[in-house]
């Protein structure tokens, strides 16, 4: 069989998507204009949050969540190690310094007593991550950051649609972004948004979003050329286009639906692979409906194959897959930095876990096919073995 029966990720698009974009195209204005702000105002309503701000990543959202928390050189932000580089890479630029902690093996999100241990004098933050679509400890790493005075902010990059204690994640309360890279719940090509309650912050965020300046490009433009604008401090730009934004209109429409089918097929792998002894599925704690952007399986002692081997034989039958997460504080660039810092659960995890293909428009026939593969995978006694 050739490579990529089974992808393992695709977006979703329909001809919506080309009928908005095209309308954006001829209309003449495809910077961030109207569809950028109606794409806000549909992820605000859907997740209950006052206020949206989109940007050209979930990075860069992360950059102004960082920044209109005041953070800067010499502080210390708390993150996990096994999440996307793009976390720490934020409050690296930032000029800040991420204190990686490790996570609760059973949700691969942040332990809040390890968190209670690694706050220091210079902590001024706790970015937490929602782990694959999975709503981390946010009751306790809240309360952490109440008792602390520390600020708390929310990686939701991969948990749009997710909900916590009945409410959606964007609307806890706290500044979260999310990202629409094409591997995460919805697709833009690039883009990211930043969920806040206060519109004072949400006035910052914007004009940091385009250069500091106090007036947008098409309030200016609408104006006739009579408004001019100020800069009032140095920003950034961080701007979505209308092309995207008319994505991430229709996308918005079809959220519910792409949830919906994320939750079918990861309680379709949940059965089928609950009877192997080799296997752990993921675990969901109680109050959370996790928005499965992706879905993480580890692999037990009793397993006898390796998970390398696991994956090779997945990509051999055409199963595109891939292993779990490498902890950032073992990559080149850390690894110097922070040496000799071990943090078991997540290193232990990175060897065990792989990711299996997950996303709507992933058929029957494909997903059975995983489970069929996987399954012999796991199964198979290793070449030399007794
Ligand atoms: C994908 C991802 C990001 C980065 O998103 P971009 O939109 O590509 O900047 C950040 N954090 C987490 C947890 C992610 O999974």
New binding site residues.
């Given amino acids: 069989m050739g490579a990529n029966v089974v992808p393992f990720a695709r977006p979703w698009y329909g001809p919506e998507e080309e009928e908005l974009v095209g309308r954006v195209i001829r209309s003449g204005w495809v910077s961030q204009g109207h569809q950028v702000e109606a794409f806000e105002q549909a992820v605000a309503s859907s997740v209950g949050a006052a206020h949206a701000v989109a940007t050209n ?6 950059i102004l969540a960082l920044r209109l928390q005041g953070i800067g050189p010499g502080d210390e932000v708390i993150c996990p190690t096994f ?5 720490a890479n ?1 409050i690296c630029a930032v000029h800040a310094k991420p204190v990686f902690v490790d996570i609760d093996p059973r949700t691969y999100n942040l332990d809040p007593a390890l968190v209670a241990a690694a706050l220091g004098p210079a902590t001024r933050a706790i970015l937490g ?4 679509g999975l709503p981390a400890a946010w009751n306790e790493l809240a309360e952490l950051a109440r008792r602390h005075g520390l600020a708390l902010i929310e ?4 948990a749009l649609g997710a909900e916590y204690q009945g409410k959606k994640v964007g609307g806890l309360g706290w500044p979260t ?5 094409p ?2 719940i919805i697709a833009t090509g ?3 948004m930043l969920m806040l309650n206060e519109a004072e912050l949400a006035e910052r965020a914007r004009r940091l979003r385009s250069h500091g300046a106090g007036v947008s490009d098409l309030v200016r433009h609408q104006s006739g050329g009579s408004i001019n604008t100020d800069y009032p401090e140095p920003g950034y730009n961080f701007r979505m286009t209308d092309l995207q934004g008319a994505l991430g209109v229709i996308q918005a429409h079809r959220l519910e639906w792409f949830v919906a089918e994320r939750r079918r097929q990861a309680r379709i792998y949940d059965q089928a692979l609950a009877g192997l002894e080799q296997v752990e599925t993921p675990w969901t704690p109680p109050g959370c409906q996790p928005a499965y ?1 992706s879905y993480l399986v580890r692999l037990r002692p009793e397993c006898a194959v390796s998970r390398d081997e696991v994956v090779r034989i997945l990509v051999a039958h055409g199963v595109a897959c891939r292993s779990g997460i490498e902890p950032l504080h073992l990559g080149p660039y850390f690894r110097a930095i922070y040496l000799g810092l071990c943090l078991p659960e997540a290193e232990k995890a990175a060897r065990e876990t792989l990711f299996l293909p997950i996303f709507p428009g992933l058929e029957e026939a494909q997903q059975q096919l995983v489970i069929e593969v996987f399954s012999r995978a796991v199964r198979s006694p290793t070449a030399g073995a007794a």
């Fill in positions: 990543s979930c990075t860069t959202a992360l999440t996307c580089m793009a976390t934020a991550v929602d782990q694959i990686d939701g990059a991969c972004t999310f990202s629409f890279h591997r995460k690039e883009g990211g952007q």
